[in-house]
Nanobody, 127 residues
Framework: AVHLVESGGGSVQAGGSLRLSCTASGYTASSGCMGWFRQVPGKEREPVAAIYFGDPPYYEPYYADSVKGRFTISLDSSKNTVYLQMSKLKAEDTAMYYC?????????????????WGQGTQVIVSS
């Protein structure tokens, strides 16, 4: 079974930074995507960032417009861990952040395209 475990959430003031981590176990896909999503109560889950790994071609990571230039997604394959470095945080970044993974041959970033999910980590940004 595939398990994704997020960590790194917490409370921070606006303008601050946080780094989320997501470690996958039991995930043996040779190519696929790992992504970060977020959700606030009463709203739909939205994609934040996604990264492709595996066979060519190479895809630039995906970022939602709202986080471009502030968030960076990266992958350490040796640790089976994907990171989301969040900088210049805003109050509207407050949400539950979820890590997800899927076996794929191209970059995908919609939540319905992912089939493995973590439990989430809460991020609170105070203004």
């Amino acid at each position: 079974a595939v398990h994704l475990v997020e960590s790194g959430g917490g409370s921070v003031q606006a303008g601050g930074s946080l780094r989320l981590s997501c470690t996958a176990s039991g995930y043996t896909a040779s190519s696929g995507c790992m992504g970060w999503f977020r959700q606030v109560p009463g709203k739909e889950r939205e994609p934040v960032a996604a990264i492709y790994f595996g066979d060519p071609p190479y895809y630039e990571p995906y970022y939602a417009d709202s986080v471009k230039g502030r968030f960076t997604i990266s992958l350490d394959s040796s640790k089976n861990t994907v990171y989301l470095q969040m900088s210049k945080l805003k109050a509207e970044d407050t949400a539950m952040y979820y890590c997800a993974a899927v076996e794929a041959s191209e970059l995908v970033f919609w939540d319905y395209e992912y089939n493995y999910w973590g439990q989430g980590t809460q991020v609170i940004v105070s203004s």
